[in-house]
Each structure stands twice: as structure tokens, then as C-alpha cells.
């Protein structure tokens, strides 16, 4: 098995790769701005603009490479609901609605990660 060393696709796996750190960053940004420290809170919603930004990158990236290719689209699907989950997260936020808003930031560090590692594997 062949391992895909395209241009898309190493680009595609290390910008998933920084969104998943940019996520766990996120997290540590909100525990402090709950608790209290109020700088924290403007960075992490500066974070979740690059975010949103990184992940339409990658959604652009995911079609690209699997243009023409149907094995490849699974791996485009899940790129494309990047943007869509990180713009229901910076809706959430806006709509402060904090709890739904803490379980969506899981939802996209676990896409963000999985797509990282999922895509990390031998291709065939």
C-alpha cells in the first residue's frame, strides 16, 4: 500500500493537525476565561476566526484531492464539515450559548483530529 505524499493531501493533514491543537488550545483559553482571567476571553474568540479560516482551507484541500477519485470521498465529506462545524461554533458562541457551545468544541477537536489521523493511514 502507497502512502498519498500529493501536495492537498500533506497540506490538508497538517492544517487538520493545527486545528485539532488551535481546539486544545481553545479549551484551555475558555477554563480561564471562565474563571475569571479577562484577556483570555477576546483571544479565544480571535482563535476561533482563524479556525473557521484553517477549516475552509482544508475543506477546499479535501475536494481537490479527491477530485475524481470516489475512494477519496469520504475523506472530502469529513474535511467539508470542518467550516460548517466551526461556523455553528462561533454561532453558539455569539448566541452564548455556553454549554451546547463547550460540547460542540469537542465535536470539532474529535473531526479535526480523526481527519488528522484517518488520513494519516496507507491509502490503497
Known amino acids: 500500500m502507497a502512502v498519498d505524499t500529493s501536495p492537498a493531501f500533506e497540506s490538508l493533514r497538517r492544517l487538520a493537525a493545527i486545528s485539532a491543537l488551535l481546539t486544545l488550545v481553545q479549551a484551555a ?4 476565561f471562565l474563571r475569571g482571567v479577562e484577556w483570555m476571553g ?11 479560516v484553517l477549516s475552509l482551507f482544508i475543506a477546499r484541500l479535501g ?14 465529506w469529513h ?4 467550516p460548517a462545524l466551526a ?10 450559548l455556553k454549554d451546547i457551545h463547550m460540547v460542540m468544541g469537542i465535536v ?3 473531526a479535526a483530529f480523526t481527519l488528522f489521523s484517518r ?6
Open 79 to 82: 474535511a467539508a464539515s470542518l
Open 108 to 110: 470539532f477537536f474529535v
Open 29 to 32: 483559553l475558555a477554563i480561564g
Open 119 to 124: 488520513s494519516g493511514r496507507a491509502l490503497g
Open 63 to 76: 475536494v481537490s484531492w479527491a477530485t475524481g477519485d470516489r475512494a477519496r470521498r469520504r475523506t472530502m
Open 42 to 52: 477576546p483571544v479565544h474568540g480571535a482563535i476561533g476566526y482563524l479556525i473557521l
Open 87 to 96: 461556523g455553528i461554533q462561533i454561532g453558539l458562541a455569539t448566541s452564548q
